[in-house]
């Protein structure tokens, strides 16, 4: 089946503007006889549930942790994008929109990200308003940093907080909703399931994690902000909360998942250090605006950082790619990192890891400009290694960061179930192949802020939507559905523990589906995820019950999905028969090991539908025309 993105005619620079004044209007009396489920709080979520509710509709929000301001979004350090071009570096709409399109390897929908680039600004100017204390200048404009993937400096950021403070402004906005009336919130609440009638998404089923009750609620539409799902490789710089359970169970309902083997490595981590840790940590992307990276140009090398001199150094980006140097985007400096530990030039105790140097920074610009700068990076650097990054070069690793599939959806945010929305990281829109530095959170808000609201009003209006209540069969039979896969998961009563089948599918996907990919490795992992994933259902075990707080038992749901989920990843990258962002077959490369991009055969989005559990899924796809941009061979030299 050929995937339509309903992207509307005209010139890419008309298309949203004509679709906003063509998409059929809600009228404002009529708003409040509509109810709205959105899941998540997130900045995707917390900026839809406020803006949908300041519109009039009433909106039901749900998220897993106490408070909406404990979305994994409050851990975005480094900043978000926006063409204000404050800087005059000659930024504009039209160099995001290509830099985003180009930093995606050419997989994205153009017109999608073109909006994204109109939008970012009204972002901006929006946060400002709610009080978001961005950096300023000397001048008291709004600071901007450079992040991978740009010649320009457009990252707005608020010291390493970013995610926080834009969060906070968002949960703002929500909460005075929920003063209003407009929003009832439903915190510690995880979406186990979509109820479909007649086609329609038309409500969701929740466990309340504190009592264990099962619950129905019903709406008009559903939307979806329920992050990504970095955490199927047990090990990620996501919180740990992150997990792919309410987007894989609308997939079981109909939704097509879109193009999930596009993961992100991010190459700025504190590296692994022992057999039982839980959590990667992130060192934001900025650092590389001052950070420099090297590694011993001889792998005998073992002399400490300070005492290995300049020409015996190898800052292996600065010297390949001299235009874009340390910031090169994420998949190439990742990929890089690792040729550089694959050839033993690898550094610390596990020799995966490289320099991330200050010292010519702060002899450059003194201690006090870096500290002001990234302080709060520095000092938690220092608490997890106990080295001090003024005084000894950082070490980093690449982890995975981020997810760029997702559920797939139309123009408007729609995904193959008619009125089920999706936002933000949980959908696969707008970032390709791979995202760039600070460009999640300009998409959460984008399509929170500013592009649900017009959307969901053209559903709203222009579909039949009959009166349901969750007495209706189809909710009783989704309820009965969940209850019985939580009974079935404690009645295994099995020996290994939810985390030890997690570590092992982590590695499974970290070894054969992660930075480098082959045909062999995957169809291997293809193998190893059936067989873990048969053991799990007959060895999993998972104390305690049901209607009482349990986290094993919320785990262990959301490991159950991974474990299904691991095996669509992998049946994507064998699919895709190419290498594009960061989907790296090492059968693809160029002579200078780049991902080589077959756009003949690939220049598409790879969409699947469920069949079942150990059934094959159906291939779609939605071509990918490039009308306004040519596609090259991504070069950053
Ligand atoms: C360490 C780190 C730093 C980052 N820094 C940056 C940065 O500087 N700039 C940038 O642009 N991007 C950054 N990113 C990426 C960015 O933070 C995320 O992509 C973005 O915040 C995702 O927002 P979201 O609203 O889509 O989802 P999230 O913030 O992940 O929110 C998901 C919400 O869904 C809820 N939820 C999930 N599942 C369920 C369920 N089953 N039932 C009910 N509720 C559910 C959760 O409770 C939560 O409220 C960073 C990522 C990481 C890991």
Redesign the pocket.
Known sequence: MLLDGKVPGGLLTEKWDRHRFELKLVNPANKRKFQIIV????????SASASLAELGYDVKT????DS?R????????????AAKNYTNEGDSIWRLFYDTVKGGDFRAREANVYRLAQVSNNIIDQCVAQGVPFARDYGGLLANRSFGGAQVSRTF?ARGQ??QQL?LGAYSALMRQVGKGKVKMYPR????DLVVINGKARGIV?RNLVTGQIERHAGDAVVL????Y?NVYFL????M???V??AYRCHKRGALFANPCFTQI?PTCIPVHGDYQAKL??M???LRNDGRVWVPKNPADERPPNQIPESDRDYYLENKYPSFGNLVPRDVASRNAKEQCDQGKGVGETALAVYLDFADAIKRDGQAVIAKKYGNLFQMYEKITADNPYQTPMMIYPAV??TMGGLWVDYNLMSTIDGLFV????NFSDHGAN?L????????LAD?YFIIPYTIGGYLTGSRLDRVSVEDQAFRDTENEVNARIQKMLAVQGKRTVDDFHRQIGLIMWDYCGMARNNAGLEKARKLIQELRAEFWENVLVPGKTDDLNQSLERAGRVSDFMEFAELMVIDALARQESCGGHFNEAFQTEDNEAKRDDENFCHVAAWEYNGVDVEPAFHKEPLNFENVELSQRSYK
């Open positions: 899941v998540g709080t997130g900045l995707a979520g917390g749900f998220c897993i942790q909406p404990r979305a994994h979004s409050i851990a975005a350090q480094g900043g978000i994008n950021y970013t995610g969060l609440r995880e979406m186990l929740v902000c329920t992050g990504g970095g990620s710089t996501n919180a909360a992150c997990n359970t309410a991010h940590t992130l934001s992307e900025s960061h981020y936002l933000g990281e949980a995202r530095g600070a460009s999640a959170l300009m998409q959460g929170g």
